[in-house]
């Protein structure tokens, strides 16, 4: 919640179709400077991209980080299909759009990583180029769905469900815990196997927290998510799993489903749900003009490696803006 986290770099606007964001905005110190859009993931905030946010702006480049939609400071629709990528990818364009920024470099994590592959589909000439963290980037598909997904990774049929929301909204500590583990075979062992992550979370299990998160950080983080809880980051999972994306992805030709940007991989070698080797190999096949790194961290790339994400996302902008 850009309020909470960044008071002092928090602004709030309300878009053409009346959907209001919440984001952080820092002005770059020079034209020469380009501007950074931080779309963040699942169950998270533009708080989790506080450390880039802080690098960022002492180099002195510009940063956009919203609150996505269902989180923070921004709407939280009930209609599934408010979460449509396409549709968010236009409230990203209609944000920069405000901020009189004409191109700047998306960099996601996790969901985040997802819809920035979907800016590169949509909005291409808006962007110099994607970062995609943990999660590689993926073409269009006009014929499915994620729902499938949700027989090898057993923790998204559950996301899937009305009773996710009860859950996570009765054990927030929990919900904690399973997703922001020290030890990243948590994943592995509780998110993969069916019905393990909500019996984790239903018997209220709480780890200590990791060392790349501290107990302020925390504090704040449970201020964020104890407003509106989980009934809007679970959206995104109900809407990818429930046939939203396909009508709009059937549309895009298939010249134009490769990546048609550079992009640059920041893959996660002990992320055991978005698996390095998995996500590398899936990328190389869509993306032309790539550029890969891999770090030795679990899922939370830019929190447990924060300097060296700032470092190859700044190296990468040097790269591409021209």
């Keep these: 919640m850009a309020s909470i986290a960044f008071p002092s770099l928090a602004k709030k606007a309300t878009l053409t179709d009346g959907t209001t964001y919440g984001y952080v905005c820092v002005r770059p110190q020079s034209p020469s400077k380009p501007t ?21 702006q002492e180099l002195g480049y510009g940063v956009i980080a919203p609150d996505l939609l269902g989180y923070g400071d921004t709407d939280k629709p009930t209609d599934l299909a408010a979460y449509r990528l396409k549709a968010m990818c236009a409230h990203m364009v209609e944000i920069l759009d405000i901020e009189d920024i004409s191109r700047s470099i998306a960099v996601g994590h996790d969901w985040g990583s997802t819809l920035a592959s979907r800016l590169a589909t949509y909005q ?62 948590v994943f592995k062992n509780v998110l993969i196997p069916h019905d393990k992550a909500a ?5 209220g299990t709480v780890l200590p927290l990791p060392p790349w998160y501290s107990l302020a950080e925390y504090t704040v983080r449970d201020r964020i998510f104890s407003k509106d809880g ?20 059937a549309a895009v030709k298939d010249e134009d489903k490769a990546c048609p940007l550079p992009l640059l991989f920041i893959a996660a070698d002990k992320d055991h749900v978005s698996v390095a080797e998995m996500m590398i190999a899936a990328t190389q096949a869509s993306v032309p003009d790539l550029r890969i790194e891999r770090l030795d961290t679990g899922h939370w ?21 021209v």
């Design 36 to 56: 950074f859009l931080l779309l963040h993931g699942y169950p998270s905030s533009c708080f989790d991209w506080r450390h880039q946010i802080a690098g960022l």
């Design 301 to 321: 790339v830019q929190l447990e490696k924060p300097e060296e994400v700032t470092r190859l996302i700044v190296r990468f902008a040097e790269e591409v803006v």
């Design 124 to 185: 291409h000439h808006r962007f110099y180029g994607i970062v995609s963290i943990g999660v590689g980037y993926f073409p269009p598909d006009g014929t499915r769905d994620m729902g499938p997904l949700a027989d090898i990774i057993g923790y998204m049929k559950w996301h899937n469900t009305e009773q996710a929301i009860a859950d996570a909204n009765e054990h927030p500590a929990s919900v904690f815990s399973l997703i922001y583990p020290e030890d990243p075979l």
């Design 199 to 203: 019996e984790f979370v239903r018997a």
């Design 230 to 249: 989980y009934a809007g980051p679970l959206c995104w999972y109900r809407t990818a799993m429930r046939g939203f994306n396909p009508p709009d992805e």
